[in-house]
């Protein structure tokens, strides 16, 4: 398939236009380049610097590309942010996702994979959180996430789009040739490893007085390469028109059902790097919930979709294997 990658600089989007020519499909990419870098975009992709708020531009590529399908990635991704500039997450993430899909309308594309979030979830009624638990986002990232969910639904019954939502747990971990690098850094994960690496003083603990085995949050980590293939399987559902009984849309879970707290995850780093790393303690962050850890056994149901890399250790070692080559390759 002719695939459209939005947000394709980024540190998943880079990943999935990457499987996705690895399995023969033709990519091109969309990017803005705000927070990703044009050299995570792989190099076989057709690459369009340009905003997918830029009406113009999309009718251009899409008027060239005969596309199959979008991917959706761009987005802005921090909750903290939010919590102080929900209108950049509304217009960013919301309106922009509108302009996309009535492009998508206009040129009669009517298949969409979109980047979703646990955090459509806000702080949860059970452990883990399947698909038809009540949405009630906890921050405006969260929310302008559920917005385009909703669009999605009605664009579904209106127009017949056939689109999956992915709602990501904790992505995390490394390929060979793609890690997880944002500018500026705020996932815990790269910066615990960037303060073992000696590249930040301390790694800072949001909140430690949550109702939690050790105080801090407890998140739920899914490897970067699972997640891809979880997109394509996703995008070979819906070249099938597949559906199913219990949902006449794809909307999946995905995460490892494990949950590890900030405190277990820093152990963890050290472990992997023989490093001691510093920590600081600072007060909780507004909208951050105390535990999230999902249950993706609908997708494994559905689609057949297995994770192979469960163990979080051996997610942080690939992921601190590519920042010390990475940090090589700078100096």
Known sequence: MRVLVTGGAGYIGSVVADRLLRDGHSVTVLDNLSKGAEQAVPSQADFVLADT???PVLDRIFQGGRFDAVMHFAAFIE???????????????????????????????????????AAVYGDPTRLPIVEDDPLEPTNPYGESKLIVERMLAWFHKAHGLRY?????????????????????????????????????????????????????????????????????????????????SEDSRLIFNLGSGSGFSVREIIDVA??????????????????????????????????GWQPRHSHIEAIIRSASEWHSAHTSRLK
């Open 79 to 117: 909750a903290g942010e939010s919590m102080l500039s929900p209108e950049l997450y509304f217009d960013n993430n919301s309106a922009k996702a509108l302009t996309l899909l009535r492009a998508m309308l206009r040129h009669r594309v009517s298949r969409l994979v979109f980047s979703s979030t």
């Open 164 to 244: 999956a939502s992915l709602r990501y747990f904790n992505a995390a971990g490394a390929t060979a040739d793609r890690g997880e690098m944002h500018r500026p850094e705020t996932h815990l994960i790269p910066l615990v490893l960037q303060a073992a690496l000696g590249q930040r003083e301390a790694i800072s603990i949001y909140g430690t007085d949550y109702p939690t085995k050790d105080g801090t949050c407890i998140r739920d980590y899914i490897h970067i390469d699972d997640l891809a293939t979880a997109h394509l399987l996703a995008l070979d559902a819906l070249a099938q028109n597949q559906t199913h």
């Open 53 to 55: 708020g830029d009406e």
């Open 270 to 303: 050290s472990r992997v790097t023989g490093r001691e790393i510093p920590v600081m303690e600072a007060p909780r962050r507004p909208g951050d919930s105390a535990v999230l850890i999902a249950s993706s056994e609908k997708i494994k149901r559905v689609l």
